[in-house]
C-alpha cells in the first residue's frame, strides 16, 4: 500500500486570493492519487486561518473567502471518499469548545490529529493548551503529527532564538506522552529554513540531527520527509534529498520514515509547481535502498504510524 502522509484540499476559487486553488479540491486530489498510483492519503486541512493564528488577516473559518463551509466541505469530501483517506484534525486548543469538537469528529470517524503547529498560534509545544490534545489523542489511540514551523514566531512565551531550546520542548512531549504516536513533519526540527536557501545539505542535517536521533530512540515517534522547498518548478534538488534519505536509511532506518507531497502545494501551477508524478517518481525511484525499505517508505511505515499496527 502507498500512502502519502500529507495531502490537503481546499474549497474556493477565491481563497486567500489565489484563483489556482480552484484546482485543490477533492476531486482533483483523487484524480491525481490516481493517476500517479497512490492508494491512501492523511487528509487534513492547512493554513493558520484554521487553527487561530492571533496574526492571520482571516480569523474566522467560516469566512466567506473559504467557502459557504469549509470545514463541512472537508467532511463531507472524506465521507465521500472514506477508502481513500485518513482524517487528521487540526484543531485550535485555545478555544473554550475544542475537546467537544474533537469528540464530536472523533465519533465521525477522525484519523489523527495534524499538523499541529504550535507556532502559528503563538504557543509552546509542552504549554497546557497543546498538553490537552496531546491528552486527548492518548486517551483516543490517536496519532499525532506535530511540526516545529515558525517556531519562532512564538514571540510572547519564547522569546529566545535557540531552535536546540525550542525543540527540547518537542521531546519533553514525546517523552512524557509514551501512550501518544507522533511524527514530525517536513523532514525534521527545524525544517531547513535557513540551509534551504544555500542548497546546504550539511548545514540542514546538522539542523535536525536531534530530531533524527530521537526518531532512532524513540518507539513513539516517527519523521515525514515531505520537504516542499526541495521540489520547485519541476525542478528536484536531488543532491538535497538523497542526503538526507541516506542520512536517515543508514542512521534511522525506514521502518519510522515516510514520504508526504504537501498537495496541493507540489501541483502544477501551484506554490512550488511541481508536478505531483514527478515527486512521487523521486521516491518510488530511489536506486539506494533496498526493495523492503522503499516499502516501509512509501507506505508501511505510514500504516504502523496510523494505525499502531504492523502493515
Known amino acids: 500500500m502507498v500512502i502519502d502522509c500529507e495531502t490537503h484540499i481546499f474549497q474556493h476559487i477565491n481563497l486567500l486570493q489565489a484563483p489556482q486553488f480552484n484546482d485543490s479540491k477533492v476531486e482533483n486530489l483523487i484524480n491525481d492519487m490516481d493517476r500517479v498510483g497512490v492508494d491512501k492519503a ?30 463541512q466541505y472537508f467532511i463531507d469530501s472524506w465521507q465521500r471518499y472514506k477508502d481513500r483517506f485518513y482524517w487528521f484534525s487540526l484543531p485550535d486548543p485555545r478555544k473554550p469548545n475544542c475537546i467537544s469538537k474533537l ?6 470517524g477522525m484519523c489523527g490529529l495534524g499538523e499541529l503547529l ?57 517523552r512524557e506522552f509514551k501512550d501518544v504516536r507522533f511524527m514530525i513533519g517536513h523532514g525534521g526540527g527545524d ?4 540551509a534551504y536557501k544555500n542548497n546546504d545539505a550539511d548545514k540542514y542535517l546538522e539542523q535536525n540531527l536531534r530530531s533524527y536521533e530521537l526518531v532512532a530512540e524513540l518507539d513513539n515517534l516517527w519523521l515525514c520527509s515531505c520537504m ?38 507540489l501541483v502544477a501551477h501551484m506554490s512550488f509547481n511541481c508536478d505531483y508524478e514527478k515527486h512521487f517518481d523521486f521516491y518510488r525511484n530511489l536506486s539506494f535502498c533496498s526493495s523492503a525499505d522503499r516499502e516501509y517508505l512509501l507506505g508501511k511505515s505510514a500504516y504502523e504510524f496510523i494505525t499502531g499496527e504492523k502493515f
Open 118 to 174: 504550535p507556532g502559528y498560534q503563538h504557543l509552546l509545544p509542552n504549554s497546557s493548551e497543546m498538553k490537552m490534545l496531546y491528552r486527548f489523542a492518548a486517551d483516543k489511540g490517536l496519532p499525532v503529527i506535530l511540526n516545529s514551523e515558525n517556531w519562532d514566531e512564538s514571540k510572547n512565551y519564547f522569546p529566545s532564538q535557540n531552535f536546540e531550546e525550542y525543540f527540547k520542548m518537542m521531546e519533553e512531549v514525546f
Open 191 to 194: 525544517c531547513g529554513r535557513i
Open 103 to 108: 469528540e464530536e469528529q472523533f465519533q465521525l
Open 228 to 265: 516542499p522547498w526541495w521540489f520547485k518548478n519541476n525542478n528536484i534538488k536531488i543532491h538535497m534529498l538523497e542526503k538526507q534519505l541516506k542520512f536517515l536509511l543508514n542512521n534511522v532506518g525506514f521502518t519510522k520514515i515516510t514520504w508526504g507531497s504537501d498537495w496541493p502545494w
Open 42 to 71: 492523511i487528509l487534513t486541512s492547512y493554513d493558520p486561518k484554521d487553527i487561530g493564528a492571533p496574526d492571520n488577516p482571516i480569523k474566522d473559518p467560516d469566512h466567506p473567502s473559504l467557502g459557504e463551509n469549509p470545514i
